[in-house]
């Protein structure tokens, strides 16, 4: 997977297709046409993920801000991406110049999205402790992007082990809150070069929180993989939409992204050519007002202003009482050659 250049933006459509293949494929294309490099689905069905049990274990906690009190199996029969939807809504993202990949969440999806030559697989956050899952896809020797939700940093090593083990050869942490929606508060985005020394790997950002600035922010620490939910229109409903970007929230996310990798540039670089009229109009010393030789250089006929062109204005204490050595007019930038010896 590339990391070259500006970090990936991926658009994950999850069930912001709110049961409609046409509406899935409609953000396919909106994603496109706002920049984003990679679209991303999920492979599962509401039976290879849970069980169809109503007891308390299986119901989302009664004070959810989204999603409180439905059962697992009610909540992910809604969201999931149909299996049948898979091949048309990678083959519209590759025809848009996307990459078009998914995250598995069993061993039957991942033997599904191989038929399919997925280029890359992500492991959603809460899989992160499901080892047998991660060394699985790592045996396809695709890259493998593994969230880290929820995760200690203990369980992130068993992770990467895992992966490691399975052959995976590029790896890509991604800093994640799996809250929905997520706070600022809560985002702890000094984990991305934390973990990129931990483990000698890339890292990025999945990020669930309203708007764009964490993920820019995420980019200036080093992410080179953004991941944002992505929806036609908010007010359209649907379980992932609260915290969903539209289509033109997604173009002021890829540049800005590109705009925060640009901007990293050097630490060796300090004035750039980029500054060069800037440094023509530094302040220095010049005559401001007309003087003749033998005149004393005073504060009435010498100041520091700009432009640059004459002495700096540090030398105007070894400058004054010194006469001219001749006339000059205002405007005249000051010079030793100006100046007689004292």
Excluded at 199 to 216: A, E, N, P, R, Y
Aim: charged share 20%; glycine share 8%.
């Amino acid at each position: 997977m590339t990391t070259t250049g500006s970090p990936m933006v991926i658009a994950e459509i999850s069930g912001n297709h709110n049961g409609s293949l046409e509406r899935a494929l409609d953000i396919v294309r909106a994603a496109g046409g706002a920049g984003a490099h990679a679209v991303k689905i999920q492979t599962y069905t509401a039976d290879t993920i849970t069980l169809n049990v109503d007891a308390p274990a299986f119901r989302v906690s009664d004070g959810h801000e989204l999603w409180g009190n439905r059962t697992l199996h009610d909540l992910y029969a809604e969201a999931h991406t149909p299996w049948e939807w898979h091949q048309p809504i990678f083959e519209l993202a590759r025809e848009l110049g996307m990459v078009a990949f998914s995250t598995p969440f069993d061993e039957t999806a991942v033997d599904f999205l191989e038929e399919l030559d997925v280029p890359l697989y992500k492991i959603a956050s809460l899989e992160i402790v499901d080892l047998p899952l991660i060394e699985r896809v790592a045996q396809t020797g695709k890259p493998v992007l593994l969230s880290t939700g929820t995760a200690t940093v203990a369980e992130i090593a068993a992770a990467v082990d895992a992966a490691r083990a399975g052959g995976c050869a590029d790896l890509t942490l991604l800093v994640c809150t799996s809250s929905y929606p997520a706070s600022p508060d809560d985002a702890h985005l000094r984990r991305i070069p934390v973990l990129a020394d931990l483990f000698g790997v890339k890292v990025g950002l999945s990020d669930h929180t309203l708007g764009t600035g964490v993920s820019i922010a995420a980019v200036a620490l080093g992410a080179t993989v953004i991941e944002k939910h992505v929806t036609l229109s908010r007010a359209d409903g649907g379980v992932d939409s609260a915290f969903s970007l539209e289509p033109d929230e997604v173009k002021q996310l890829v540049d800005g992204c590109d705009a925060a990798h640009r901007a990293l540039g050097s630490a060796s670089v300090w004035a750039t050519a980029a500054e060069a009229e800037s440094l023509r109009l530094r302040p220095s010393l010049y005559v401001t007002a007309d003087v003749r030789a033998g005149d004393i250089a005073t504060p009435e006929n010498i100041r520091s202003v700009r432009p640059a062109g004459g002495l700096p204005p540090a030398a105007i204490a070894q400058v004054m009482g010194r006469a001219f050595t001749r006339q000059a007019s205002a405007g005249t930038p000051v010079s030793w050659s100006l100046l007689e010896e004292p």
